[in-house]
């Protein structure tokens, strides 16, 4: 079993429509989630992160996590064809040493318009 | 702004050559890493490094090798480039402290560079 799992999609919403992009984690260690959004043909870049439990709001976007059921998720309200990418969730277990990051595989969502 | 640049964009190399490809980041962060990127496995680690000179294996480090001279200067080594190894190469730089507004050890990827091997 992977230590994080994410359903790679693709997931196709149309202009407007409310996304949810989740992923589940096996760690009970990890305590900083954050999401990537990479365009095709680019790296990944940090779009928001979240630290332990709770949500955090940043414009249309929201990060959730449910620590309890090792979940964690991504909404996008109002998606835009400009939202079209794939989504990478990561996380670590701490804030001191060496951290990794582990990933999952991805989700690519399609918002057409 | 966090900027990691990778030396080319797109390569195209013949099978048993060897391949460089270099990473820079000005950001002081004593983390690096090298991953590739393939459809359905997502990001895998092929090495990383957290300090000059220092450097350990990843998931994936049978064929690559690596070299960390300078703090801002990463190398990923192909020895002898094999068609299997035609892939997306990511690398990312962190730091313990991350940025303002960033999670520790948040990762700051380049732009990528896309490798294929004939």
């Known amino acids: 079993q992977k230590e994080v799992e994410q359903d790679p999609g693709p997931l196709s919403v149309p202009e407007g429509a409310i996304v949810s992009l989740n992923c589940t984690y096996s760690?009970?260690?990890?305590?900083?989630f954050m999401w990537y959004r990479q365009y095709s043909r680019k790296g990944p870049e940090l779009l928001m992160y979240?630290?332990?439990?709770g949500n955090k709001e940043d414009g249309r976007f929201t990060a959730q996590v449910d620590k309890s059921s090792k979940y964690i998720s991504l909404f996008i309200r109002d998606s835009q064809p400009s939202d079209s990418a794939t989504y990478l969730c990561?996380?670590?277990?701490?804030?001191?040493?060496?951290?990794?990051?582990?990933f999952g595989t991805g989700t690519r969502l399609l918002v057409s318009p | 702004d966090v900027k990691v640049t990778q030396s080319s964009r797109y390569l195209v190399k013949r099978t048993g050559e060897k391949v460089f490809l270099e990473c820079v980041q000005d950001?002081?962060?004593?983390?690096m890493f090298w991953y590739r990127q393939d459809p359905g496995l997502g990001l895998r680690l092929i090495y990383f490094?957290?300090?000059?000179?220092?450097?350990e294996k990843g998931d994936i480090p049978e064929g690559y090798s690596v070299s960390r001279e300078k703090k801002e200067r990463f190398s990923l080594i192909l020895e002898s480039a094999s068609t299997n190894q035609t892939s997306m190469y990511l690398c990312?730089?962190?730091?313990?402290?991350?940025?303002?507004?960033?999670?520790?050890?948040?990762?700051?990827f380049g732009p990528g560079t896309r490798l294929t091997v004939l």
């Open positions: 490094s957290y300090d000059v000179k220092m450097k």
């Open positions: 950001m002081d962060h004593e983390n």
């Open positions: 990561a996380m670590s277990a701490g804030n001191t040493g060496f951290q990794k990051l582990v």
């Open positions: 760690n009970s260690a990890f305590q900083y």
């Open positions: 990312a730089s962190s730091s313990v402290a991350g940025l303002a507004g960033s999670a520790p050890h948040t990762q700051y």
């Open positions: 979240t630290y332990s439990s």
